[in-house]
């Protein structure tokens, strides 16, 4: 397995197949965590049916290019032929841009080339990273999981732990994206990747959104702090609007602190200093309410939500987000967040 900090961004030894060139144009949708499998334990069934008609209708025919940045297939609960037949039509759409050369795929710990050996005829080149050269800020693309030495070292044994004895008996996998503790880790690790690196590090694994290097819970906090900053000059309804919103963003946050037990976790990733905007997540397809994903090109960066019309969170529907829809679906996108990468770029050299 690649070990990531082995690389420095500037050597010539990085595997030319593995670096995606966006820096004179082309626009990339990054996602991770789809957890293909087979059965009643499918954790896509959810979303399944809206991430091919996203792929298909929006990405695909707009031109964009598809980086699925592990645990893609979910091989360790499930055989490849099975995940295969149960979702032909997702393997239809990955396809699709692959023979456009509009394709890459990332390893994760669940779809580790370990599980693939005795497959042949498996039809996509794999990446342990891919570095996407912006023209502004480099771009790391990895899962995350190689952060944590327990899959480096261990991840077949933990794969036939979870396919033979805990699927078998009914028990849950403890995932280390459930343990806000883990989860830290391995954002601290990635950050300070970043940091050493002077780059962008995208990652996956723990299904946790962040973008500039900031959470949902950190987020709010910064938006709560500018609405009130703007309260002092409102008037009229603009004002009522500011309470009713910082009244909202308050209660997202009291239900976050509990979730993510700030209350035991009350270090940062960035500890005293000014967070640098260097760390993003893609999140994962198998949110209760849509799809996250990180969409970059040569000039910004963004995190998009994906949803089904009606079955939005409230943050998306009452927050102002411009909404698109595809045409005759029930499939909206919202930019949660957005900035230029240029901005970003500044930001990492002076802060970082």
């Known amino acids: 397995m690649l070990d990531i900090f082995k690389f420095k961004l500037n050597k010539d030894e990085f595997p030319k197949e593995s670096i995606l060139d966006i820096s004179t144009g082309g626009k990339a949708l990054i996602i ?16 399944g049916e809206m991430l091919a008609c996203i792929l298909e209708e ?8 598809l980086l699925l940045n592990g645990d893609i297939e979910e091989l360790q609960k499930f055989s490849l032929d099975d995940i295969s037949k149960k979702w032909a039509n997702l393997f239809r759409v990955y396809d699709l841009f692959a023979k456009e050369n509009r394709f890459y795929k990332i390893i994760g710990n669940h779809d580790d080339p370990v599980y693939l050996k005795r497959y042949e005829d498996y039809p996509y080149h794999l990446h342990p990273v891919v570095k996407i050269e912006t023209g502004a800020v480099p771009a790391f693309v990895y899962h995350g999981h190689q952060l944590m030495s327990m899959y480096r070292r261990f991840n077949k044994l ?64 910064f938006e709560i702090e500018k609405l009130c900053m703007e309260y002092s000059s409102s008037v009229g309804e603009e004002r009522s609007r500011i309470e009713a919103e910082v009244k909202a963003l308050r209660k997202d946050l009291s239900a976050l602190k509990k979730k993510e037990k700030r209350d035991v976790l009350r270090q940062s990733l960035y500890g005293d200093e000014l967070p640098v905007p260097c760390l993003f997540n893609s999140g994962c ?6 799809i996250n994903g990180i969409e970059i ?16 969170k409230k943050f998306v529907t009452r927050g102002g987000y411009k909404i698109e829809e595809i045409p005759n679906t029930p499939y909206r996108r919202a930019v949660l967040n957005y900035d230029n990468l240029d901005y970003i770029a500044a930001k990492i050299k002076l802060l970082g």
């Open 158 to 221: 933990v794969g036939f732990s979870i396919r033979f004895i805990l699927k078998p008996l009914g028990i849950k996998n403890i995932s280390y994206y459930k343990n806000p503790y883990k989860r830290f880790d391995i954002e601290k690790k990635a950050y300070s990747f970043s940091i050493e690196n002077q780059c962008l590090t995208i990652i996956g694994h723990t299904h946790r959104p962040l973008f500039q290097s900031l959470g949902r819970f950190d987020y709010i906090k």
């Open 32 to 47: 991770s965590d789809i957890h293909m499998g087979h059965g009643s334990r499918d954790d896509l069934d959810r979303n």
């Open 58 to 65: 929006y990405y695909y025919k707009n031109g964009w290019i």
């Open 297 to 312: 090109s040569n000039k910004d960066i963004a995190l998009a939500y994906w949803f089904t019309e009606g079955k939005s």
């Open 285 to 290: 397809t198998l949110g209760k309410q849509g």
